[in-house]
């Protein structure tokens, strides 16, 4: 079946521009997350959804970010006025549950320059 | 809080055997991951403990101690492919699991 999606691949952006990152998780699957990965750093937990509950945005770093989840299918996160240490691969990742395993999308790679 | 330690790099010969240990403090617990990350691609499932013991998955094994907090991946017969990023990954009771920061295993010939 299909896997977790994510659109784009790859993107670069001016800084001060705002990006707009998709994710479209596994039919079924009720939890989303939203994670962060520098080079060659691990990853950073940014926002978790969990059906139509209210979501955790506790791993946000600033108020440039934002994310919405429609019910429980595709995701959007944004970022406003972006800044160079925004760049990063932000991977998308589903699971069943909160506390099975969870499937990683493709992530985007994102570049400020 | 959490804390997860895990060495940071790792060598071992192809078609041998590698233990990558890991070991976490945590004031609570319902799970311990392990991911395989390749480099510039996703992390991938590849097992799951939840209860003291060893779990066994073809050539890749896991094992856990919940009293010691310490888990290990054990990989067998090891292949070039087997080249990537292992992450633990520990649920701590909440939803949110802590991802370690991982340890890179370069298989040479």
């Known amino acids: 079946g299909a896997g977790v999606s994510q659109s784009p691949s790859n993107k670069v952006t001016e800084k001060g521009k705002d990006v707009e990152l998709r994710c479209d998780p596994i039919?079924?699957?009720?939890?989303l997350y939203w994670y962060r990965q520098r080079l060659g750093q691990g990853l950073e937990f940014l926002i978790y959804?969990?059906?139509?509950?209210?979501?955790?945005k506790s791993g946000l770093p600033s108020d440039r970010f934002s994310a919405e989840r429609t019910g429980e299918s595709v995701s959007t996160l944004t970022i406003q006025r972006t800044q160079q240490e925004d760049s990063a691969v932000y991977l998308c990742?589903?699971?069943?549950?909160?506390?099975?395993?969870?499937?990683f999308g493709p992530g985007t790679r994102l570049t400020v320059t | 809080g959490q804390n997860i330690d895990q060495p940071t790099e790792m060598t071992a010969t192809e078609g041998a055997i590698v233990q990558i240990n890991c070991t976490y403090q945590?004031?609570?617990?319902?799970?311990l991951f392990w991911y395989q990350q390749h480099a510039g691609e996703a992390p991938t499932f590849l097992s799951y403990n939840v209860l003291d013991g060893l779990e066994e998955k073809g050539r890749f094994s896991s094992f856990l101690s919940r009293s010691k907090g310490y888990s290990y991946l054990l990989l067998k017969e090891l292949q070039m492919k087997d080249s990537a990023s292992y992450l633990c990954v520990l649920g701590d009771g909440g939803y949110i699991p802590t991802f370690g920061r991982g340890t890179s295993l370069i298989v040479h010939p």
């Open positions: 945590t004031s609570g617990f319902n799970g």
């Open positions: 990742a589903s699971s069943r549950r909160t506390s099975n395993e969870q499937y």
């Open positions: 039919s079924g699957h009720t939890a």
């Open positions: 959804f969990q059906g139509n509950s209210a979501p955790d």
